[in-house]
């Protein structure tokens, strides 16, 4: 990322690289900077839900933060959640790297700290609608997600589907 003039390597999970907007692009992204003895990295994030889950998730023994973005990478953030509260061992092993000690440890130690996470801001019928439009076209869920945000910015009350849907493929074709 160069922020005037000044490149900066960031990480970041798949969901977050997949919402990125093409090269060049202006970019807002969350950033978490992690400090060791050895080593200063940024971890960024296209939303501050990510962020905080990551956080969350290396704040467990065993679990850095290479793994964390791994495990944020295995699917969204809402998916992730509702395994967690679910207690879906299964769910959390398909996750390279994850295995049942290290999912169940995730599990102990996250389930009541997101008792009142929600799974993700509450879609109105319309942008579920159109999430799911746009999943059907090839999409994925994520870049869709960033594209209605997008869309809807500056709009204080609900808008058709066929409008919405329009901004937010504009959104995607353009980059």
């Known amino acids: ?7 900066y390597e960031v990480f970041v999970p ?8 093409e090269r060049g692009s202006e970019v807002s992204i969350d950033i978490h900077t992690h400090v060791r003895e050895d080593t200063i990295a940024l971890y960024g994030f ?3 839900r990510e962020r905080t889950i990551f956080e969350k998730l290396i704040s467990i023994s065993g679990i850095g933060p290479k793994l964390a973005m791994t495990i944020l990478s295995g699917g969204s953030v809402a998916d992730l959640v509702g395994a967690i509260k679910r207690n ?5 092993t398909t996750i390279p790297g994850v295995g049942k000690k290290t999912a169940e440890r995730i599990i102990v130690e996250l389930k009541d700290k997101l008792q009142d996470f929600a799974a993700g801001p509450e879609k109105t019928g ?5 999430i799911s ?7 994925n869920r994520a870049l869709s997600e960033s594209a209605i945000r997008r869309a809807l910015e500056g709009e204080k009350s609900e808008i058709p589907f ?14």
């Open 46 to 48: 296209s939303t501050s």
């Open 14 to 21: 798949l969901p977050t690289f997949s919402a990125l907007p």
């Open 133 to 139: 439009a746009l999943e059907n076209l090839g999409y």
């Open 126 to 130: 319309v942008e579920a609608d159109v």
């Open 1 to 7: 990322v160069d922020v005037n003039g000044v490149g």
């Open 162 to 175: 066929d409008v919405l849907f329009k901004r937010a493929l504009q959104i995607l074709t353009k980059g």
């Open 88 to 92: 879906d061992l299964a769910r959390l």
